[in-house]
């Protein structure tokens, strides 16, 4: 009988990392729900995507002209060529990072794949990035999380002031992860163009 409960015991302690690892991301509503349960699988604690999943867009560094900052954290450009609004042509994405109140706060900018938008920009003149249309920019605002029902929460919630910008690819499609500061809600949304997004799920940090 003994052995039976040290053998018992043994299988929870197995399964526990498991058990904790599922419950760490919740699903809090969705409009696919094979999609959204797939998804919130390949989100961890912090709402961070694994690293295979992070790894299907690829940054590298913007070099600008001009004398920037000497540190990344509050002042960075990225940038990744992908399909970001899947109408079958390569986009060129700069996601930039900047601090507000010491937070880094992320927005992107969408540009044909032969613009030569890269080449115009210097620290001291960041017009050319800003005029786009299409674009994400939302730091120091809200992003509210009201177009899908949900059941568990009393009052809609939002993101909020500072934002984390994670695109990516499953199955061949594009996909944006969208949270904030506070990192207990995610938005996963296809984008469309200009600054229209498509909330696909809605994902809560549980307590674990």
Sequence with gaps: MAMKRTWMGSLLVAMLPAVVSAASVELAAYSDKPLCEQVAKLFGKGLNAVPD????????????????????RCSSLDKAKMDLNNDGRDDVVVKTTFCMKGAPSESFYVFPANSPVLDQLAWQDMSPLLATHDKFERT?????????????????????TVFTIQPFRLDGVAYIGLTDARREWMVIAKYWGGERFEDLCYLHAGSN
């Design 53 to 72: 999943l992070s790894r299907t867009v690829e940054w590298t560094a913007v070099v600008l002209k001009g004398e920037g900052p000497k540190t990344r």
């Design 140 to 160: 120091g605002g809200t992003y509210p999380l009201t177009s899908l029902p949900m059941d568990t929460a009393s009052s809609s919630p939002a993101l909020s």
